[in-house]
């Protein structure tokens, strides 16, 4: 059974950083992309970042660039989202996933996790 736990998330002013972070169990965490996405209230799930199952690869969103940084630690199962310079309009339920990661057609996932909460206050 895959699972994919987020963790990290909470209350930040605007401006401040936060990091989250997703522990994968139930697959082979190596052979996966991994992805990040947000919900924001009354808004659709929206795509931030992604990293091949390597690390050398990487995608992130307009809206994200520049700001926060996807990496991962396959030796601990685990992808990670740094997020720097934030904003109000980051405020969001963050999800990790599991996927494809194809550098012409973007990330698809396979596995979703339950999501962390990230407030930024103005």
């Known amino acids: 059974q895959v699972q994919l736990v987020e963790s990290g998330g909470g209350l930040v002013q605007a401006g401040g950083s936060l990091s989250v972070s997703c522990a994968a169990s139930?697959?082979?965490?190596?052979?996966?992309?991994m992805g990040w996405f947000r919900q924001a209230p009354g808004k659709e799930r929206e795509f931030a970042a992604a990293?091949?199952?390597?690390?050398?690869?990487?995608e992130y969103s307009d809206s994200v660039k520049g700001r926060f940084t996807i990496s991962r630690d396959n030796a601990k199962n685990t992808v990670y989202l740094q997020m720097n310079s934030l904003k109000p309009e980051d405020t969001a339920v963050y999800y990790c996933?599991?996927?494809?990661?194809?550098?012409?057609?973007?990330?698809?996932?396979?596995?979703w996790g339950q999501g962390t909460q990230v407030t930024v206050s103005s």
């Open positions: 996933a599991a996927g494809i990661l194809d550098a012409g057609q973007g990330f698809r996932p396979l596995y």
């Open positions: 139930g697959l082979t965490f190596s052979s996966y992309s």
């Open positions: 990293i091949s199952w390597s690390g050398g690869y990487t």
